[in-house]
């Protein structure tokens, strides 16, 4: 059974950092491509990013250049830096199974961009 426990979220100020991490497990995580998605308040999932086991990456346009994801094989750990951040960040972050994020994802962590 594929689990997964984000956390990491909270209350950040326009322009600040925040780290997401999910840990992973249930399923091989080495091989597996995983992704982050997100829902801002009132709105649908939106796939944000997503890395391959060799670490190649996918990002939405609203978060290039801003946001990086990274994963740690040996700790089945996913991670999310949040860089620059903006109000239209706000929302649940859930970390997910597959390139699309298609195949099981956890309960969420609740991010916070305001002043």
């Known amino acids: 059974e594929v689990q997964l426990v984000e956390s990491g979220g909270g209350l950040v100020q326009p322009g600040g950092s925040l780290r997401l991490s999910c840990a992973a497990s249930?399923?091989?995580?080495?091989?597996?491509?995983m992704s982050w998605v997100r829902q801002a308040p009132g709105k649908g999932l939106e796939r944000i990013s997503a890395i391959t086991p060799g670490g190649a990456t996918y990002y939405a346009d609203s978060v290039k250049g801003r946001f990086t994801v990274s994963r740690d094989n040996a700790k089945n750990t996913l991670s999310l830096q949040l860089n620059s951040s903006k109000t239209e960040d706000t929302g649940i972050y859930f970390c997910a199974k597959g390139w699309y994020g298609e195949a099981g994802r956890g309960q969420g962590t609740q991010v916070t961009v305001s002043s």
């Open positions: 249930g399923f091989i995580f080495s091989t597996s491509d």
